[in-house]
């Protein structure tokens, strides 16, 4: 790009500090480019606000694209942390950066659901959480849910206590159990997976794309129900 037509990359800079919908309670620009910031492509100037994750996109898309090349008639994974709208036809995703803790377990179950309606259908989120220490039966249910999720994985900070299915002895039956019963489950999740890369949708059921509302007459005689059960 031509110097002279560089944008003052200060200019607006506070806008960005009062965004509606913030993904973090941290500033956008934290362990990476000021939100202000512009990349020049073409003699063109795109805002680092408005094209952040498209790294992450296009690092996937040339991953791709070169394994594509090397294990023709093979399938590979590959998995990010970056997405952008399109990631799915080039990798899966993983939500990472999670606590040991119920409310991060409960979170997954949205995470998942949200990315399998963005169009990338392959995500799951770290069992037990990349953050914090998780034992006994919070590690055993983070393992029962995530045998359902499309991408079961379980890694974490090195400064945490050990995550393996195998390390509780306590609880090693139970994991075990659960592992097993995702097993029984991989043929069906193929199949969705292969579904979803012809035609596109979720691989996991998401409730409005299964369910239809109740009709006025329903919910009358639900509330009738009620009533005369006070």
Same mark, same amino acid.
């Given at each position: 790009?031509?110097?002279?037509? !560089?944008?003052?990359?200060?200019?607006?800079?506070? /806008?960005?500090?009062? +965004?509606?919908?913030?993904?973090?309670?941290?500033?956008?620009?934290?362990?990476?480019?000021?939100?202000?910031?512009?990349?020049?492509?073409?003699?063109?100037?795109?805002?680092?606000?408005?094209?952040?994750?498209?790294?992450?996109?296009?690092?996937?898309?040339?991953?791709?694209?070169?394994? $594509? =090349? !090397?294990?023709?008639?093979?399938?590979?994974? @590959?998995?990010?942390?970056?997405?952008?709208?399109?990631?799915?036809?080039?990798?899966?995703?993983?939500?990472? /950066?999670?606590?040991?803790?119920?409310?991060?377990? !409960?979170?997954? +179950?949205?995470?998942?659901?949200?990315?399998? @309606? %963005? =169009?990338?259908?392959?995500? =799951?989120?770290? +069992?037990?959480?990349?953050?914090?220490?998780?034992?006994?039966?919070?590690?055993?249910?983070?393992?029962?849910?995530?045998? %359902?999720?499309?991408?079961?994985?379980?890694?974490? $900070?090195?400064?945490?206590?050990?995550?393996?299915?195998?390390?509780?002895?306590?609880?090693?039956?139970?994991?075990?159990?659960? !592992?097993?019963?995702?097993?029984?489950?991989?043929?069906?999740?193929?199949?969705?997976?292969?579904? $979803?890369?012809?035609? =596109?949708?979720?691989? +996991?059921?998401?409730?409005?794309?299964?369910?239809?509302?109740?009709?006025?007459?329903?919910?009358?005689?639900?509330?009738?129900a009620v009533s005369l059960k006070k």
């Open positions: 790009c031509k110097k002279s037509k !560089i944008p003052d990359p200060f200019h607006n800079a506070s /806008e960005f500090d009062y +965004i509606q919908y913030r993904p973090t309670p941290d500033p956008l620009e934290r362990t990476t480019l000021p939100m202000a910031a512009y990349h020049c492509c073409n003699d063109m100037f795109y805002k680092q606000y408005n094209t952040h994750n498209l790294f992450g996109l296009q690092v996937a898309k040339a991953t791709h694209e070169s394994l $594509s =090349g !090397i294990f023709e008639d093979k399938r590979f994974l @590959i998995a990010s942390r970056s997405t952008w709208p399109g990631s799915g036809h080039y990798s899966s995703h993983w939500l990472a /950066e999670n606590y040991g803790t119920w409310d991060s377990m !409960i979170a997954s +179950i949205s995470g998942v659901l949200n990315f399998n @309606i %963005f =169009g990338i259908p392959h995500v =799951g989120a770290p +069992i037990g959480g990349f953050y914090g220490n998780c034992t006994g039966e919070l590690l055993i249910r983070w393992y029962q849910l995530a045998s %359902f999720h499309p991408l079961m994985l379980s890694y974490s $900070s090195s400064n945490t206590n050990p995550k393996e299915a195998y390390v509780d002895e306590s609880a090693k039956q139970l994991i075990k159990n659960a !592992i097993l019963e995702r097993y029984k489950l991989l043929s069906w999740m193929y199949s969705q997976m292969f579904e $979803s890369f012809l035609w =596109g949708g979720s691989v +996991i059921p998401v409730s409005y794309t299964h369910l239809t509302l109740p009709t006025k007459a329903q919910v009358q005689i639900s509330v009738v």
